[in-house]
């Protein structure tokens, strides 16, 4: 199972919004609604923010959205903050049973 | 609170095999909508998904197919807790290890702290 496509880094300013896009097939990310996304600061371990495509757990501002259109899933940033520079990864549940992750995405705040 | 407590050594021999065991507090690894899972984060792979074991009226296993003849995921429910054995290491198995679980559907809710594990002589 090939990773998911993600861009190696994104960066915005203070309250700009950045996009984060995750590209599958439809083997993983075509096929299924349980993409997520997870945040990772350095030397933490990743954070659940986005489940099932364009849920969000308790506790994670309503400043992350996330959506999915056909074999790729995009989560979105407004807002930016500072405490928001972290690596972002995206993972899909696939038609084997299995999951796969996305390289990650390093999000830098200018 | 849901919390993931990790354990097992951080050094490994080459050709051994690599166990970490994974306790949980605040959920049952018996859970009907549960998943519990291993995932490795290195600088040359990123973040892998290994495996996981869940409980639909009986215990079902899933595995990465770039490890699935090495490893092996096991359920303790006496002790709410689960386990990963990796046989036959390489150094290339070095990484961060998590375990991480949760509402199945929902991918990878809860994480442990990660341990380090090197395989060197």
């Known amino acids: 199972q090939s990773a998911l496509t993600q861009p190696p880094s994104v960066s915005g300013s203070p309250g700009q919004s950045v996009t984060i896009s995750c590209t599958g097939t439809s083997s993983d990310v075509g096929s299924y609604n349980r993409v997520s996304w997870y945040q990772q600061p350095p030397g933490t371990a990743p954070k659940l923010m986005i489940y099932e495509v364009n849920n969000r757990p308790s506790g994670v501002p309503d400043r992350f959205s996330a959506s999915k259109s056909g074999n790729t899933a995009s989560l979105t940033i407004s807002g930016l903050q500072a405490e928001d520079e972290a690596d972002y990864y995206c993972s899909s549940f696939t038609t084997s049973s299995t999951w796969v992750f996305g390289g990650g995405t390093k999000l830098t705040v200018l | 609170q849901v919390q993931l407590q990790q354990s097992g050594p951080g050094l490994v021999k080459p050709s051994q095999t690599l166990s970490l065991t994974c306790a949980i507090s605040g959920d049952s690894v018996s859970d009907n909508s549960g998943a519990w899972n291993w995932i490795r984060q290195s600088p040359s792979r990123g973040l892998e998904w290994l495996g996981r074991t869940y409980y639909r009226s009986k215990w079902s296993y899933d595995y990465a197919v770039s490890v699935k003849s090495r490893i092996s995921i096991n359920p303790d429910t006496s002790k709410n807790q689960f386990s990963l054995q990796l046989n036959s290491v390489t150094p290339e198995d070095t990484a961060v290890y998590y375990c991480?679980?949760?509402?199945?559907?929902?991918?990878?809710?809860?994480w442990g702290p990660g341990t380090l594990v090197t395989v060197s002589s």
């Open positions: 991480a679980g949760g509402r199945a559907a929902a991918g990878f809710v809860h």
